[in-house]
């Protein structure tokens, strides 16, 4: 069947530069997901039409379908993660688009009927298992092709997730506009066309994606390696060589997995919040100075940092190795959230947006380089597996990034704090969590050798 | 076709959306420096 893992295997001849847009594909639709939010306002006016009727629903409501989302997302990745790696990239991209467009039509008819648990169950189930399926379906399959820049193939991909919402956004917009009429906000028939648009978008990477034939290897001048957590690739005694494959069920019992799990969740969690409240956070610490129109423009520009910061970083880590790059993403992040309040002080918004946009380039960068990481501890074999267990840091994170920002602001306000100080504490708790991000990363050895992979007969 | 075109097309394919959005959003941010 031409979905099978053996159709999919690479002729002579074929560039393994096809392979970047073929995942590029997948991750620029599924990025779609963080553009969600232009949908809640048309979703609880659907009723009223110009203004929320008693029977419209509350945005608090409306709020659970991008959470289910995620939700699904990180436990798809864990659930399916071993299947992806037998079935092949080309059948878990399919199903992939199958469950994500499909999510959007279930999630169509939720919205003609009124009944929100069916947008639920579309969006943010089918959807969600879609989003989980697509987020990690090219990684391996890149690192093969790769294996000389892992960092930055992956990052090319992970990078297409943090720009898919600049083109889910304008698309969705322009979609209701054409859509709407006196009688409708056009949201379930902009739900039908997504659905289609991300269908055929996805089938393109479905047919470009290639595995690489057994043996094959780049043609390139250096010899390609895997490095140490330290960035060389010297090997020592006890320790499983830079990139030896370790079982994606022993990878989880080491204490490597659960620190780079800390490292990724600690890295999101501090970025995860401010992405979340950027927009009336940039309105509050300057209030006079920045604008609805501003404060949207600076979510724009953090958005592109954290797409451009995805490849830039990632990029950087096959250079100056993995442990290196999270070290600098901790130590400038710490340094930058502690200096933000001062700039409120100070009133500089350049320093302030100068600022946000570095960590929010480090919060991608978190993202991409992972995958590479995971790489050079565990091996290529059950990297994709090992990766879906890994993003569970990422659901933690989604749920306690927006909770810290969200409930320490509304707390220091309920004491008395002025709003524009209202996000002092909170931006020193984040640096706290960096710092701890540090440590954990500052303890990642290589992996022992007993953990490494000896073949079927040993399980 | 030779390979060298079909993987110019592949990168065309994913890039004119992608060079699409961010123009949008860049076109947007220049309200913060006015």
Redesign the interface.
């Known amino acids: 069947m031409f979905l099978d893992r053996e159709h999919s295997i690479a002729p002579q ?3 393994r ?2 392979v970047p ?2 995942a ?2 997948i991750h ?1 639709a599924i990025g779609q997901a963080y553009a969600f939010s232009v949908f809640n306002l048309p979703l609880s006016t659907l009723v009223g039409i110009d203004k929320a009727a008693p029977t419209d629903w509350k945005l608090s409501t409306i709020g659970w379908i991008f959470s289910t989302a995620i939700i699904c997302l990180g436990l798809s990745a864990f659930t399916f993660g071993r299947w992806l790696e037998e079935a092949g990239p080309r059948k878990a991209m399919f199903c992939a688009a199958v469950c994500f467009a499909g999510g959007f039509f279930v999630a169509a008819l939720g919205v003609q009927l009124h009944q929100i648990w069916i947008i639920y169950l579309g969006y943010g189930v089918i959807g969600g298992i879609g989003l989980g399926l697509g987020y990690i379906s090219p990684v391996s399959t890149l690192i093969k092709w790769f294996p000389d820049k892992p960092g930055m193939a992956t990052g090319l991909a992970i990078m ?1 997730f943090g ?1 898919g919402a ?2 889910g ?2 698309l969705a917009v322009a979609l209701m506009a054409h859509f709407k009429t006196p009688t409708s906000m056009g949201v379930a028939e902009t739900f039908l066309a997504m659905g289609a648009i991300y269908f055929v ?1 996805m089938m ?1 990477g479905v047919f ?1 994606v290639r595995l690489p034939a057994p043996g094959w290897t780049p043609n390139v001048a250096r010899a390609p390696e895997a490095q140490t957590p330290m960035g060389g690739s010297a090997r020592r005694a006890g320790h499983a060589p830079p990139g030896a494959d370790v079982h994606v069920d022993e990878a989880i019992k080491t204490k490597q997995f659960w620190l780079l799990w800390a490292v990724l969740c600690l890295n999101v969690t501090a970025g995860i919040g401010v992405l979340g409240q950027a927009s009336p956070m940039i309105q509050e610490m300057f209030p006079g100075v ?1 604008g609805a ?2 404060a ?3 979510v ?2 953090l ?2 940092a954290n ?1 451009v910061g995805r490849f830039v970083w990632s990029s950087c880590s096959d250079i100056i190795g993995r442990r290196m790059t999270y070290m600098i993403f901790f130590v400038l992040g710490a340094a930058l959230y502690a200096a933000i309040p001062t700039t409120g002080r100070l009133g500089s ?1 350049t320093y302030f ?1 100068a600022f946000y946009a570095v960590i929010l380039s480090m919060y991608g960068g978190g993202f991409a380089t992972i995958p590479a990481y995971l790489r050079d501890l565990f091996g290529v074999m059950h990297v994709g597996a090992i990766h879906g267990r890994l993003l569970t840091a990422w659901s933690v994170a989604g749920v306690a990034g927006p909770v810290l920002v969200n409930y320490i602001r509304e707390y220091q306000i309920a004491h008395g704090v002025a709003k524009a100080n209202a996000y002092s504490v909170t931006m020193y708790i984040m640096a706290s969590l960096l710092i701890l991000g540090f440590v954990a990363n500052y303890l990642v050895k290589p992996v022992d050798a007993s953990y490494q992979w000896k073949g079927a007969a040993h399980g | 076709m030779g ?2 075109v ?2 110019a097309l ?2 065309l ?2 890039l004119i ?2 060079v ?3 123009g ?3 076109s ?7």
């Open positions: 001849g074929y560039s530069w096809r847009p073929a590029l594909a620029l297409g720009g600049m083109i956004s304008p978008f393109f470009t920045i129109a501003a949207a423009g600076f724009g520009l958005s592109l797409m918004v947006v | 390979e060298r079909k993987v592949a990168w394919v994913v959306p992608a699409w959005g961010v949008q959003v860049v947007k941010s220049a309200a913060l420096f006015k």
